[in-house]
């Protein structure tokens, strides 16, 4: 509390002085009587004193409490400006979907095959702005047909050699699938193939590859390095396709990655295929683009559509990758459950119920 002592001897000079120095809620403490000190006093006129207080600390401490209530004021009013903003959002989604059903309908349908719902409401945007009425149901799987792209195959290079390498995380089915292709080129279209395997980690896994080589009667060579790769791919120079098997990678690691990228280089492939469970959801794919999504020229290859109904990790993926489709894969049966992306059809089985 801020205290002062005025003497003058004009009682309204004095408040006025207290006014503009202390404010307009300044306390009186004390009005009297005084007299100048030493003789002379004695004989004048006795003189106003006042003494004047100024509570400053309750004065700010109100201060205080008035913007901490003003500040819980503009944060209220914010958070009702954007719930009103949301509330506007939801009733506008809502009046699309009562205008048109058609839109939920297929949304809904989309979202059951696990398609982002991102990429859900793209495809259905599209699909209505070409809707003229009619058939909706062929719009959508046009739409989505743009969206997947023509699929690109193995396509032997008359007179060139092919070397496929097989990418993709541990038990997506790079063995299998390597295997079902070796058996295509090899035994139904005669081809000269060789076998190559860098997966040297698990001991099942080469014994695997080898029982396929066996059987089919393919070469089959084992790798430790990337130098050891190349100098067996040398080798294997009157092959028409040479199919480099690699090690299951999680995506996480990321010194397997880069191995394998090594063995990338070192191969120069004319076909490079990532594969991708169906069962991967949209987190699990963008994952395993964060590892392989440097990789130059990779296709992709889906398996085990035989163990979901939810085709859209396809579309999904396509979408993160942009890269082009190859094969699907829909079962276990060497050389049976492999072919390549029929486009209408899997368009078709992710826009019906
Ligand atoms: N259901 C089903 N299983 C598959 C398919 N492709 C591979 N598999 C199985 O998935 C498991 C792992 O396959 P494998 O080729 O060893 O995977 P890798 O670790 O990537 O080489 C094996 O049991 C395969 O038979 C498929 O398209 N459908
Ligand atoms: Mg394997």
Redesign the pocket.
């Known amino acids: 509390m801020d205290v002062k002592h005025y003497v003058g001897d004009d009682m309204r000079d004095i408040m006025d002085q207290i006014r503009t120095e202390m404010g307009s809620d300044a306390i009186i403490l004390h009005t009297g009587k005084t007299r100048k000190k030493g003789l002379k006093g004695w004989f004048s006129k006795p003189l106003i004193e006042v003494v004047a207080a100024h509570d400053r600390t309750a004065n700010d401490k109100q201060n205080d409490v008035d913007s901490r209530r003003l500040q819980a004021m503009e944060l209220q009013l914010s958070g009702l400006h954007s719930a009103i903003e949301r509330l506007a959002d939801i009733k506008q989604n809502q009046s699309a979907a009562e205008i048109n059903p058609i839109y939920s309908k297929y949304i809904d349908i989309l979202s059951a095959h696990d398609v982002n719902p991102d990429i859900a409401s793209e495809i259905m945007d599209k699909a209505m702005a070409i809707y003229k009425g009619g058939d909706m149901q062929q719009c959508v799987e046009d739409v989505i047909k743009e969206y997947l792209g023509q699929p690109v195959p193995i396509s032997l290079d008359n007179g060139r050699q092919s070397v496929i390498i097989?990418l993709?995380?541990?038990?997506?089915?790079?063995?299998?699938?390597?295997?079902k292709l070796a058996a295509y080129y090899g035994i139904q279209l005669g081809k000269k193939v060789a076998l190559i395997t860098a997966?040297t980690y698990r001991i099942a896994?080469v014994e695997?590859l080898r029982t396929y080589s066996d059987i089919m009667q393919l070469p089959l060579s084992v790798v430790y390095s990337s130098n050891e790769l190349k100098q067996e791919i040398g080798r294997y120079s009157d092959a028409d396709i040479i199919m480099i098997?690699t090690p299951?990678r999680s995506p996480n690691d990321i010194d397997g990655i880069n191995d394998i990228k090594d063995l990338i280089k070192a191969s120069e492939p004319t076909d490079v295929f990532l594969?991708v469970s169906a069962s991967f959801n949209y987190a699990a794919c963008q994952r395993l683009w964060q590892r392989f999504g440097d990789i130059e020229d990779i296709r992709l290859l889906f398996?085990?559509?035989?163990?979901t109904d939810c085709w859209g990790t396809i579309l999904n993926m396509r979408h993160i990758s942009r890269r082009p489709l190859s094969y699907?894969?829909?079962?276990?049966v060497v050389p049976d459950?492999?072919k390549v992306v029929d486009v209408d059809a899997v368009a078709a089985k992710i826009a019906r119920d």
């Open positions: 097989f993709g995380p541990t038990g997506v089915g790079k063995t299998t699938t390597l295997a997966d896994a695997q098997d299951g594969l398996t085990k559509l035989d163990e699907i894969t829909d079962g276990q459950d492999i």
